[in-house]
């Protein structure tokens, strides 16, 4: 019993250690409350002052008519912004191009991913030389990736897709194949395929863990049952994998929202494909609107609340159930 | 019964089995090869001259030179990349330590000893990682610029570490509840402190854990270009800002974009593959073991 003061010192010197020393009634178990809590507190505080502050700070912004090409015509504007924001034609244009972007590119590679990870949970010559060539497009740099797919590949003269279908067609004797120009002719498929390409490898990582996590008597007793591959794939594997399906939706969506360097970089927002943090960004830092862009960034992140309630709760039911087992 | 049927399947199922296993085998290479072609041919283009690197259509055979990553280090008198990726690896380091600083003992204290509502904080860590970045960017912008840190590397250590603090305490969380509570009640009884025991019993045992929390936090910040954009000028430019150089096209420059691009890309592939097992784990936030 003596031992449990000393078993649990304080980790600074901040006031707690005495309480415990006098020890009153009601200190030992207070200090030792603090003494838990006191190694959260840092990344605690840091993390408040580095997050929830400026997102106040945007908040008073957003009520303010503030242009900083005219610092001295700075008032207060109350709701306008809000207003001028909502009935902003652009603005609500990129909200949808958000929305269509991040469902896209999260559905494809969900799928794409599924499809790759059931081929790669068998065994095979040089399963483990396949997964690593697969988890390249995840590591490249974004910048990098994005740049890759506009100038390498989808550049109409020399991009190796045009390159490609020319080396074919010249294969069977046609001489002028189609060269279209992939970013002017479809610039949001473009960019969506470029980001399909980075994250389905992201996605089958998170699939094939769940593949692997199948009970094996289960399947083995399926499979003695003479269930088919598909019955197994339905009845069996898809609605294990459900959770797993959903933790990569999440993860995938909470940075495909905020994706910025691939829309920068192959369109410069331009043809339709500007997103919310491209939009922002271009009403801060080119029109110097600061009380405009700070009312967007403030309805983004009401947006932001609302999707991440339901997804907390998704991930912590998965969270619940990784403890319960 | 049942042990001599899967014993002994009959010889035309095994062979069509076998059969369809070579097929999806092979199928499996196919994507793996389809998804690595666009890496494969940036690292091929890299080695081309520029002439060779823009034909159309692409030879495949082309002879191999250095002089890409020549002009790319600076020998052809353009900026130098160095300075951008000795701030990018300063920037990525040194907010890496910080997140471990800030990090390990929270996760202490949500896993090992935990708080009472240790859940509770555990979500609102992971809460602030779906505030969209981009609101915030501006007043961070009119601090940095009232307090004289724009275009100051340390900025960038800062708000990386907040960046990537969330996803450092849920991935250590995880890992630290791995660790027996035995071994470290015997450290307590033998009245070691929480630094001692942070440092000589948790860290060698979620030593493997660990690491791949850092790799993880080195590569996002490594790869982070808006805050970089915004917040950094001419002496603090990240390589990610350096590589947006080449968005627009001018004269040949292929050969040397897909050079920067590779050597800009290469720690991070490296410690990607050197992390490839501890990856899930990680970037599922320790909810995939």
Redesign the interface.
């Known amino acids: 019993m003596s031992t449990t003061p000393t078993a649990a010192p304080p980790p600074s010197a901040t006031g707690t250690g005495r309480p415990t020393a006098a020890r009153p009634p009601a200190g030992p178990r207070r200090a030792s409350a603090w003494a838990r809590r006191a190694p959260l507190m840092p990344a605690l505080i840091f993390l408040i002052v580095c997050t929830q502050l400026p997102f106040a700070a945007t908040l008073v912004i957003s009520f303010f008519d503030w242009n900083s090409l005219y610092p001295d015509d700075r008032s207060f504007n109350a709701f306008g912004n809000f207003a001028q924001v909502l009935g902003d034609s652009d603005l609500r244009a990129s909200l949808l191009t958000t929305i269509i972007l991040t469902t896209v590119v999260v559905l494809c590679s969900l799928a794409l991913g599924l499809a790759i990870a059931l081929l790669l949970d068998r065994s095979f010559r040089g399963r483990g030389v396949v997964r690593t060539l697969m988890i390249a497009p995840f590591l490249v740099v974004p910048v990098a990736a994005a740049l890759l797919w506009k100038h390498l590949l989808f550049n109409p003269e020399y991009g190796l897709f045009n390159g490609a279908i020319n080396w074919l067609a010249g294969l069977v004797g046609i001489n002028d194949p189609i060269q279209p120009d992939w970013i002017s002719d479809m610039p949001l498929i473009a960019v969506q395929a470029s980001l399909i390409w980075q994250w389905t490898p992201f996605m089958m990582l998170i699939l094939l863990a769940g593949l692997q996590s199948r009970p094996g008597d289960v399947m083995e007793a399926a499979h003695l049952d003479g269930a088919s591959d598909w019955q197994i794939f339905r009845y069996i594997t898809l609605p294990h994998l459900r959770r797993y399906l959903e933790l990569g939706g999440l993860l995938g969506s909470i940075y495909i929202v905020q994706n910025f360097d691939a829309v920068f970089i192959m369109t410069s927002g331009g043809l339709g494909t500007a997103n919310l943090p491209y939009s922002i960004y271009q009403t801060f830092y080119q029109a110097h609107e600061y009380g405009l862009a700070s009312a967007a960034g403030v309805l983004v992140v009401i947006g932001s609340i609302i999707l991440a309630t339901f997804a907390l709760r998704v991930v912590s039911s998965l969270f619940s159930e990784e403890v319960s087992r | 019964m049942?042990a001599t049927t899967?014993a002994a399947p009959s010889g035309t199922s095994t062979v069509a089995r076998r059969g369809k296993?070579?097929v999806?085998?092979l199928?499996?290479?196919a994507?793996?090869?389809l998804?690595?072609l666009?890496?494969a041919?940036?690292v091929l283009?890299s080695f081309h001259s520029e002439p060779d690197?823009?034909?159309?259509?692409?030879s495949l055979l082309a002879p191999l030179t250095l002089d890409s990553y020549r002009t790319f280090f600076g020998e052809g008198g353009g900026a130098s990349p160095w300075p951008p990726l000795i701030n990018s690896m300063t920037a990525s380091l040194a907010s890496t330590a910080l997140v471990l600083l800030?990090?390990l003992?929270?996760a202490?204290?949500?896993s090992i000893?935990?708080?009472?509502a240790w859940r509770d904080?555990l979500?609102f860590?992971?809460?602030?990682?779906?505030?969209?970045?981009?609101?915030?960017?501006?007043?961070?912008?009119?601090?940095a610029k009232n307090i004289g840190m724009l275009d100051n590397i340390w900025l960038l250590v800062?708000?990386y570490?907040?960046m990537n603090?969330?996803i450092a305490?849920w991935m250590l969380q995880s890992f630290l509840a791995e660790v027996p509570p035995s071994v470290i009640e015997a450290a307590?009884?033998d009245?070691a402190?929480?630094?001692t025991i942070l440092w000589r019993v948790i860290v060698p045992i979620a030593g493997p854990g660990i690491a791949a929390t850092s790799l993880i936090c080195f590569?996002f910040s490594?790869?982070e270009?808006?805050f970089a954009r915004?917040l950094t000028g001419v002496t603090a430019q990240t390589?990610?800002v350096f590589?947006?150089s080449?968005?627009t096209?001018q004269g040949l420059f292929?050969a040397q974009?897909?050079a920067?691009?590779?050597a800009?890309?290469l720690p991070?592939?490296a410690?990607?593959?050197a992390a490839?097992d501890k990856?899930?784990?990680g970037?599922?936030?320790g909810?995939?073991?």
């Open positions: 049942s899967t296993g070579a999806l085998g199928l499996a290479w994507a793996g090869l998804f690595f666009p890496v041919w940036m283009t690197a823009a034909t159309n259509p692409p800030l990090a003992p929270a202490y204290a949500l000893r935990p708080v009472k904080v979500f860590f992971l809460s602030t990682k779906m505030l969209p970045v981009v609101a915030g960017l501006l007043p961070v912008y009119l601090i800062i708000l570490t907040s603090l969330p305490v307590q009884i009245g402190r929480l630094p590569i490594w790869n270009m808006l915004v390589a990610p590589l947006t080449f968005i096209s292929l974009m897909c920067a691009s590779f800009i890309s991070v592939l410690a990607g593959f490839q990856l899930v784990q970037l599922s936030l909810a995939v073991k």
